[in-house]
């Protein structure tokens, strides 16, 4: 404590910042800052991505670094990386001000175990300035007595009432994820597609189980599955096989080519009923060929409405996934993570429109 309280008063005297101590460093893709310790070989180094780059500022150096090394395998697009530590000096709000302004960062994502006495107000206040214009999301840890302890003894934060703790972040605009797996799926979404103007979900697929599992995610979160209106279904019924289901999920059947999901896209896009698409595209079947990813990422490029791609599968669907991604189209392996990125959508759109976002909580039944 007092050789940290020893580098602050130096720091002060000189105008310096300081991150830290307790941390493993910074690492920005885009200046080639990188100031971790540890070697590549042991721990692999993210890259930015011209489609989607994310920030994120971890209070644990251990977390930081594994996020470094599991993004670097991932090809997501990060911008930042930054490990907070014991935070002496810089903190929270200070990093959500700076990402705030960060012109290579499109969403900011926080690790925390706490915040310090009095700097709990300061971020949060500044987080219902940021959250309209960028979203903002975060992992904190803590929930628990014992969790708290913990977090306490191993960087001195105070943990608090985590109920209250959750309201003071929905009240500011802060998605709240339950881990990194859940985090990082969300902040995919959020970089790669614009915010959703409501929370009507329509869900296309050519596999009927995925679509009815996937459906089944969507309604979990509270997201609105309106069935199409009498005049969508008649004009998808003249231009769709008699086979075809046009209720929500449509299901275009497993011998549909791209030709069919193009229909149904611009029948449905244009009718003006739904706010988010998720598209299931199991593509075992030979007659689904690469080209439904064109269709897919122009359809969606065309309406402005964000959209979200399940692909189930091994080598060729994974594949068609990374195309989809270079494409600026998030693409997930389960319904659940689709469902959860359609979610994020909804919850930041309600965030960033507020009166105009439309919810419908309307079910799937005609």
């Known amino acids: 404590a007092e050789l940290e309280d020893q580098i602050v008063r130096i720091g002060r005297e000189h105008d310096i910042r300081i991150i ?15 100031t971790f310790f540890l070697p590549e070989y042991r721990c692999g180094r993210p890259r930015a991505s011209n489609v989607a780059n994310i920030s994120l500022v971890s209070q644990s150096g251990a977390f930081a670094a594994a ?28 990093l959500l001000r ?56 191993h960087t001195g934060s105070l943990a608090g009432s985590d109920r209250v703790v959750d309201a003071a972040y929905r009240q500011a605009g802060v998605i709240r994820a339950d881990n ?3 985090m990082f799926d969300m902040a995919k979404a959020l970089a790669m597609q614009p915010p959703a103007k409501g929370n009507r979900v329509l869900m296309v697929t050519n596999g009927g189980g995925l679509g009815v599992m996937t459906t089944d995610a969507l309604e979990a979160l509270g ?31 497993g011998d549909t080519d791209a030709s069919r999901y193009d229909i149904v896209f611009d029948e449905a896009l244009k009718s003006d009923e739904y706010d988010i698409v998720v598209v299931g595209m199991l593509l075992q079947t030979p007659t689904l060929g ?22 189930m ?39 960033k429109y507020g009166a105009e976002f439309r919810k419908s909580m309307r079910s799937d039944k005609p």
């Open 313 to 351: 599968g091994g080598a060729f669907t994974t594949k068609a996934g990374e195309i989809m991604e270079l494409m600026g189209v998030p693409t997930y392996a389960t319904g659940e993570k689709a469902a959860l990125a359609a979610k994020a959508l909804a919850r930041y759109g309600e965030i």
């Open 180 to 182: 990194f797996e859940q």
């Open 223 to 253: 997201l609105g599955i309106p069935h199409p209106s009498q005049d969508l279904q008649e004009n998808l019924r003249k231009r769709l096989p008699a086979y075809c289901a046009v209720g929500n999920p449509i299901d275009v059947v």
């Open 67 to 94: 996020i470094s090394d599991w993004t670097s395998e991932l090809g997501l697009g990060i911008s930042k990386i930054i490990s907070l530590g014991n935070k002496c000096d810089v903190d929270d709000d200070d």
């Open 98 to 153: 700076y990402l705030a302004q960060d012109d290579s960062t499109q969403v900011i994502c926080f690790y925390t175990e706490g915040y310090d006495p009095g700097k709990g107000r300061s971020f949060f206040d500044t987080a219902k300035r940021v959250t309209p214009h960028k979203p903002v999301l975060v992992v904190k840890s803590g929930r628990g007595q014992r969790a708290k302890e913990a977090a306490s003894s």
């Open 290 to 311: 690469m080209d439904v990813t064109n269709v897919i990422a122009n359809h969606q490029k065309q309406s402005a409405i964000p959209f979200v791609v399940v692909a």
């Open 20 to 34: 830290g101590p307790n941390c493993v460093g910074v690492i920005d893709t885009h200046s080639h800052i990188d």
